[in-house]
C-alpha cells in the first residue's frame, strides 16, 4: 500500500452490534497498518512511524476515537501510546491529558425549545470499561515514563470539574481520583489534598440549618403530595441482567449541594473502606499509612475550617476501623491543643474536636474518654494555676480561648458519657468524677459558665446537681444579669459588650445529614439522648429567661453569627436523623484493577 493511500479503520463489531459505518474522525496517512508500523519501528525503521506521529499530534490524539472499539484496536493503540511517549516525551502531557479527559461522562446536549442543556452521560452502558482502559492507558504510561506522576498531578486538578457539575460527574471524577492512587501511591496524598479541598468549598456553602430547612420542606411536600417520604427518585441501575447489582435504591438529598457532598462522601468513605479491607481482613500496615495520609490533609485543610458540617467524618469513619487509630487521632489534637506555639484558633478547634469525639463516637470505650478527660481536666486546674495571682485572671474570651474552649469540651464530655462512668459502679463513678475537683473550674475567676454556650451549662448544671457534684446556679443567674464583654474594638478604646455567646464554638461531629453516606456513618455515631431524671425542666424555670430558649434542640441559635464568619454551624444535640439511603458510587470496585 502506497504512502498516498489513506488508512481506515474498517467497520468493527463490538459489544454485538457494529461501532462505526463511517471513517473515524480523524484520518491517519501512512504506509502501513499501525501493528506492522510498530513492528518496523521496532527494527529501526522510523519513516513510517514519523508519519504516524506527527498525524497525531496534540490536539488530534485527543479526538481519536479508540476508547468504544474492540478490544483489538484499543491494544493496538495502547501499544502506540507507549512507544510513543517512550520514544517521544514530549508528548507526555498531550497522552496524560487524553486520558484524564475521559474521567467523566461524555456531555450530550439536551434541547428544550429554544434552550440547549449540556449535561453528562449518565445512560452509557460502556461508562464502567472506558473508565478501565482509561487507566490501563496512565498504567502504560507510568511504566513506561517514571516522571510521570510529576506532570499528571497538575493535570489531574486543571480537569477537575466546576463543583456545580452534576453529582454524577463529580462522582465520577474523584473516583478515577482515587483509582489512581492504586497504582501511583506517590500521588495519594496531593490527590487526596485535591478532593477534599474541592468537598469542603461544597460543605461550607451548605450550612447545617439550610439543609436542614430544605429536606425538610421537601418531606412535607412529598407527605403533602401522597408521595412516601423515602420515595427515591432514581435508581442508578435499572436494569437487572447487569453485572454490577444496585439493587437498593438511592434516595437524593433535596439540597442540591448536599446532594453533590453527599455522593463524595459516599466515595470517599467506600475508598477508606476498600483500602484498608482486603478479603474482609483488616491491613494494619496499609491502614496506618492512609491515616497519616489523611492526617496531612486534616491538619492542613480541614482543621482550620470551622463552618464545614461532613467532610470531617472521613477522618470520623477511619478511627472506627480500630481503636488505636481514634487513640492516635485524640493524642495529636491533644499536642495542638497544649502546644503554645500553635495558633490560639487551631487549639480551640482541637479542644472542640477533642470533646465532640469523645462525646460522639460510640466505638470510644468508656477507659479512653477516662484517659482523655485525665489529661483535660489537670490541664485546667494547671492554667487556673498559672492565671488566677496574675493580671489576666478575668473573663476574657480573647486572653483565654483555649481554657474556655477546653473547659466546653469538658462539660461536653460529661454530658454525653456520665452514664457510661456511671455504669456499674455508681460508687467508684462518682468518685472518679468528684477527683476532678469541678467547683474549683466552674468558680475560679476566669468564670467559664459565662463564655460556654448556655445550653451546655445548663444541662452540665442539671447533670452534677443531681449527683451533687457543683452547683452551678448561683453563678449561671448572676451571668445572666451582667453584660459579657467580647472583644476590643479594632478602632481601639474600651471593650465591645454584648448579650450573646462569645465562644466561637463548633462541634464537628454533630448530626449528620446526608444520606447515602450516613449509611457508613450513622452505626458508629453517638445520638443525643434527653436524661429524664436531671431537672432540665425545672432548672429552666430557676433560670431567669433569656439564658436559654425553650427550643427542642437546646444548642440551636446559641452561636452569634459574625459578619467575618463564612457561616458559623452552631452546635445540636438533636436526635433526629434522616434516614439514609444506599452508598453510591460508580459500578467499579476499587480495588479492581483495570487489566
Known amino acids: 500500500m502506497s504512502r498516498s493511500n489513506i488508512y481506515r479503520m474498517e467497520s468493527m463489531e463490538v459489544d454485538g452490534r457494529e461501532f462505526l459505518s463511517t471513517p473515524p474522525m480523524k484520518t491517519v496517512r501512512f504506509g502501513d497498518s499501525v501493528a506492522n508500523t510498530l513492528a518496523k519501528f521496532k527494527k529501526g525503521d522510523t519513516r513510517d512511524y514519523e508519519l504516524l506521529k506527527h498525524q497525531l499530534s496534540e490536539p488530534d490524539i485527543k479526538r481519536l476515537p479508540w476508547l468504544g472499539r474492540?478490544?483489538?484496536?484499543?491494544?493496538?493503540?495502547?501499544?502506540?501510546?507507549?512507544?510513543?511517549?517512550s520514544a517521544q516525551t514530549v508528548y507526555l502531557r498531550t497522552c496524560l491529558r487524553m486520558a484524564v479527559s475521559h474521567f467523566t461522562p461524555g456531555r450530550i446536549q439536551i434541547q428544550e425549545g429554544d434552550v440547549n442543556i449540556s449535561d453528562s452521560d449518565d445512560d452509557d452502558e460502556n461508562l464502567p470499561r472506558n473508565f478501565d482502559r482509561c487507566h490501563q492507558a496512565l498504567q502504560i504510561i507510568a511504566r513506561y515514563v517514571p516522571s510521570t506522576s510529576r506532570f499528571l498531578m497538575p493535570i489531574l486538578s486543571e480537569n477537575?470539574?466546576?463543583?456545580?457539575?452534576?453529582?454524577?460527574?463529580?462522582?465520577?471524577?474523584?473516583?478515577?481520583?482515587?483509582?489512581?492512587?492504586?497504582?501511583?501511591?506517590?500521588?495519594r496524598r496531593e490527590i487526596l489534598e485535591l478532593i477534599v479541598s474541592k468537598m469542603l468549598a461544597l460543605d461550607v456553602s451548605a450550612p447545617r440549618a439550610e439543609i436542614e430547612e430544605v429536606e425538610e420542606n421537601a418531606a412535607i411536600h412529598q407527605e403533602a403530595s401522597g408521595a412516601p417520604q423515602d420515595d427515591c427518585l432514581f435508581n442508578m441501575d435499572e436494569d437487572e441482567d447487569t453485572e454490577v447489582n444496585t439493587s437498593t435504591a438511592e434516595c437524593v438529598m433535596a439540597h442540591p449541594v448536599a446532594e453533590r457532598l453527599d455522593m463524595l462522601m459516599a466515595v470517599l468513605l467506600t475508598y477508606i473502606k476498600d483500602m484498608c479491607y482486603v478479603n474482609g481482613s483488616l491491613e494494619l500496615e496499609r491502614t496506618k499509612a492512609l491515616y497519616r495520609d489523611l492526617m496531612y490533609v486534616f491538619d492542613k485543610l480541614v482543621l482550620p475550617t470551622h463552618a464545614s458540617s461532613h467532610v470531617q467524618y472521613s477522618v470520623f469513619y477511619l478511627c472506627s476501623i480500630r481503636l488505636g487509630l481514634a487513640e492516635a487521632f485524640l493524642d495529636h489534637l491533644w499536642k495542638l491543643l497544649q502546644g503554645p506555639s500553635q495558633p490560639p484558633v487551631v487549639r480551640q478547634a482541637a479542644a472542640g474536636y477533642i470533646g465532640s469525639f469523645l462525646a460522639r463516637a460510640k466505638f470510644l470505650p468508656v477507659a479512653t474518654v477516662k484517659a482523655c478527660l485525665d489529661l483535660?481536666?489537670?490541664?485546667?486546674?494547671?492554667?487556673?494555676?498559672?492565671?488566677?495571682?496574675?493580671?489576666?485572671?478575668?473573663?476574657?474570651?480573647?486572653?483565654?480561648?483555649?481554657?474556655?474552649?477546653?473547659?466546653?469540651?469538658?462539660?461536653?464530655t460529661i454530658i454525653f458519657r456520665h452514664k457510661a462512668i456511671l455504669e456499674g459502679n455508681l460508687r467508684k463513678g462518682l468518685a472518679y468524677l468528684q477527683g476532678f475537683n469541678l467547683e474549683r473550674i466552674v468558680m475560679c475567676q476566669l468564670n467559664p459558665l459565662k463564655v460556654c454556650l448556655p445550653a451546655i451549662t445548663n444541662m452540665f448544671a442539671a447533670i452534677t446537681r443531681?449527683?451533687?457534684?457543683?452547683?452551678?446556679?448561683?453563678?449561671?443567674?448572676?451571668?445572666?444579669?451582667?453584660?459579657?464583654?467580647?472583644?476590643?474594638?479594632?478602632?481601639?478604646?474600651?471593650?465591645?459588650?454584648?448579650?450573646?455567646?462569645?465562644?466561637?464554638?463548633?462541634?464537628?461531629?454533630?448530626?449528620?445529614?446526608l444520606k447515602r453516606s450516613g449509611r457508613m456513618i450513622v452505626p458508629l455515631y453517638q445520638v443525643w439522648e434527653e436524661p429524664s431524671d436531671c431537672g432540665v425542666d425545672t432548672l429552666k424555670k430557676e433560670i431567669k429567661k433569656g439564658s436559654v430558649e425553650d427550643?427542642?434542640?437546646?444548642?440551636?441559635?446559641?452561636?452569634?453569627?459574625?459578619?467575618?464568619?463564612?457561616?458559623?454551624?452552631p452546635g445540636s444535640f438533636e436526635s433526629h436523623l434522616r434516614s439514609p439511603s444506599s452508598v453510591g458510587s460508580p459500578p467499579i470496585a476499587f480495588l479492581q484493577r483495570p487489566f
Not at 474492540?70 to 511517549?85: G, T
Not at 473516583?175 to 501511583?184: C, D, G, P, S
Not at 449561671?476 to 453584660?483: G, H, L, P, V
Open 70 to 85: 474492540s478490544q483489538a484496536v484499543v491494544d493496538e493503540y495502547l501499544s502506540f501510546l507507549s512507544s510513543l511517549v
Open 376 to 412: 483535660l481536666v489537670p490541664w485546667l486546674h494547671l492554667y487556673i494555676n498559672s492565671q488566677d495571682s496574675g493580671t489576666r485572671a478575668f473573663c476574657d474570651i480573647t486572653l483565654h480561648g483555649p481554657f474556655y474552649a477546653t473547659c466546653q469540651a469538658v462539660f461536653y
Open 551 to 569: 427550643e427542642d434542640d437546646f444548642l440551636h441559635g446559641e452561636t452569634p453569627h459574625m459578619d467575618t464568619e463564612m457561616g458559623v454551624t
Open 466 to 513: 443531681k449527683y451533687q457534684l457543683v452547683f452551678c446556679y448561683t453563678i449561671i443567674e448572676r451571668n445572666n444579669r451582667s453584660m459579657l464583654r467580647v472583644v476590643r474594638s479594632s478602632l481601639g478604646g474600651d471593650l465591645v459588650s454584648m448579650n450573646t455567646n462569645p465562644l466561637d464554638s463548633f462541634f464537628p461531629f454533630d448530626p449528620y445529614l
Open 160 to 187: 477537575f470539574p466546576f463543583v456545580q457539575k452534576s453529582s454524577r460527574s463529580l462522582e465520577c471524577y474523584v473516583h478515577n481520583l482515587l483509582r489512581v492512587t492504586l497504582y501511583i501511591p506517590s500521588l
